[in-house]
């Protein structure tokens, strides 16, 4: 029963009732911390788009998001897997 607990286990496929209610909590903590995150910058006078996106590496994965912070977070993140694999072929 303890693996259900995890969030990976909807992710993975399993509709028991203990990780829907997961889920549905995650979704719930999701929505509230962007609904601060918007309130906050409305506060500041900025405003702030939710999209759902944490942009970076993440969001070009996860998400297909092709912005230029993703863009350029992939370019480094394939960058770093480069240089540790000539590394290791190199030792």
Do not use: P
Not at 11 to 26: E, H
Not at 31 to 38: D, P, S
Not at 53 to 65: D, E, V
Request: charged fraction near 30%; proline fraction near 0%; hydrophobic fraction near 30%.
């Amino acid at each position: 029963m303890s693996e259900h607990i995890r969030g990976a286990s909807y992710r993975q496929g399993c509709r028991c009732s203990s990780c829907v209610a997961r889920c549905r909590f995650d979704r719930w903590q999701q929505r509230q911390r962007n609904l601060a995150l918007t309130q906050d910058a409305a506060a500041r006078g900025e405003t702030r788009v939710v999209d759902g996106t944490n942009h970076g590496i993440a969001g070009y994965r996860n998400k297909h998001c092709r912005c230029e912070v993703c863009r350029a977070a992939n370019k480094a993140a394939c960058a770093a897997y480069r240089q540790r694999r000539k590394a290791m072929a190199d030792a």
